[in-house]
């Protein structure tokens, strides 16, 4: 589909975050918006926006901008978020429970339809999002029964990696690691980690070297 | 402390991926780290680690790389992240307590150390990690008396205009939303919001895009 080799990922974040200003922008009721509107929602500069969507087509006409609906299609295309993902959530604790009920999740086609812990008191209850939690020892099962194809770790760091060996045997394509660890995996599985303290350094830098300067931001 | 006027903002996300590999170098007892093995851990490379460095001074040694401590100590330095930030958390759901008592908040020096909420079933009780849970009217007094700084907002979307409000009128320097939706604050208050699913895009881009391909990463 794209047009060059190699995208880089920093390219495919922003896709993500330009979809996110579509949608905001077709809710409050736009049609059309130019590179330079769209760059400034998103922080970046307009060349960007345009450099980052020629890696696939041709989407804007000259001197108009980008159909708001359209540029949708094609972002949600390209991302493959035009699809339902199924997910597996290990560790059903305060994080495990608020991924399960994330309304924004099951609305970005994210499933959460299997949870994973090896607490006994909670084996066979009902989860919040109504998924019921299932022992961590029958985890590749499970993936295999109800096609699991992302597993998301929440568990203490200690037992992260444990989780990852049990989603990695059970054949997940990718992980998404919440835990503030490393995992180790091979190769062939595609890992993600989830850091909310890298934000924070962020606002700890603006905070302590740009006081008193423009200063809002709403990235992602 | 920049030599340089305006940095990026990707740099600063950098720089906290790098201190967090240093972290982990250190652990395994690595004194010295090259920028091309630094880039190769961080998934950028190397001429990047020198630039994003380059804005604050010479950190490295020529043909030998950086010190692992000592880098970590500059690092910490610019992002200052060398002193406590107060932070006050206000929806304390099971996010929001999974912030409450997530270790590696506090120890990088993010102090959750106020917890705010509507829910009279929940004011006056003790949260997760030892904090009473306020009532929401009193966030303003709590936020002068006990110094926050940053605001968490972990509320549902549709609550979350409103907590902003109660912060900015508390005059808190930086809000974190967590919440699924855009939040409208004046120029004078740094935003930094969180989505989890733009890690999800990322995901499934790659496993669309790059089946079979090497795709392991690390990447925050």
Known sequence: MA????????????????????????????????????????????????K????FGEFGVRGVGYDVIDLQVH?????????DWNLGIAGI????????QHQNL??????????????SSKIGKTALGGVRIIDIKDLKQAVKDLN??????TTPASAAQTVADLFLKAKVSA????????????ESCLVEHIDFTVKLDMISYELHHEIGTKKTTNSF
Do not use: H
């Not at 699991?148 to 770790?153: A, F, L, R, T």
């Open 3 to 50: 047009k060059s080799g190699k995208i880089p990922k920093a390219t495919i974040t922003r896709l993500s975050i330009y979809y996110r200003q579509l949608e905001l922008l077709e809710f409050d009721g736009y049609r059309m918006v130019s590179s330079e509107n769209l760059a400034w929602l998103c922080q970046v500069n307009s060349a960007q926006v345009r």
């Open 52 to 55: 980052d969507l020629g890696y």
């Open 175 to 186: 992980l998404l690691n919440f835990s503030p660890t490393r995992i180790s995996v091979p």
């Open 75 to 83: 972002i949600k295309r390209i991302l493959a978020v035009n699809r």
């Open 93 to 100: 604790g305060n994080l495990g429970s608020a991924l399960l």
């Open 148 to 153: 699991i194809e992302i597993g998301v770790i």
């Open 106 to 119: 099951w609305e970005r086609g994210f499933r959460c339809i299997a949870a994973f812990d090896n607490d």
